[in-house]
């Protein structure tokens, strides 16, 4: 079974979200990582860019495919890991810790409702395992 912080809320697009007041820091899933294989790649945002809960922000590529990565709640992207640019792998080794994507200051932070909480999350991913 993946890794499921209990910390975190979830996407059914396999982003995780851990909120700090009008903050937040964004990545991908260990469920994710895993299925996407090594990352060899990471397109990251802007800085300052305003993005939509919901719209792509960037993408991750790895041996196996490209996938978007989208973004859990409406914000303003504060900071990008730029150790993702020559360390993509980071997102397989540490997806929690040094893997992160994005941090974003929230537009609205009470808008989570959407998202999953780490019980929903595991049980969407037995769900989508059936």
């Not at 996407?36 to 800085?47: K, S």
Request: aromatic fraction near 6%; charge should be negative; hydrophobic fraction near 40%.
């Amino acid at each position: 079974m993946s890794d499921i912080p209990k910390d975190n809320l979830y996407t059914r697009d396999h982003e995780w979200i851990r909120i700090e007041g009008d903050k937040a820091e964004i990545g991908i899933t260990d469920h994710a990582q895993k299925a996407l294989g090594d990352i060899v790649f990471a397109e990251l945002p802007e800085i300052e860019a305003e993005i939509d809960a919901g719209d792509e922000f960037g993408s991750v590529e790895s041996v196996k495919a490209v996938s978007s990565l989208f973004m859990p709640l409406s914000g303003r992207i504060t900071a990008v890991n730029t150790e993702l640019k020559d360390s993509p792998e980071l997102i397989n080794e540490e997806c929690y810790d040094d893997g992160w994507v994005i941090r974003i200051e929230l537009s609205n932070p009470d808008d989570s409702a959407e998202l999953l909480s780490p019980a929903d999350y595991e049980k969407f991913l037995l769900d989508e395992d059936a």
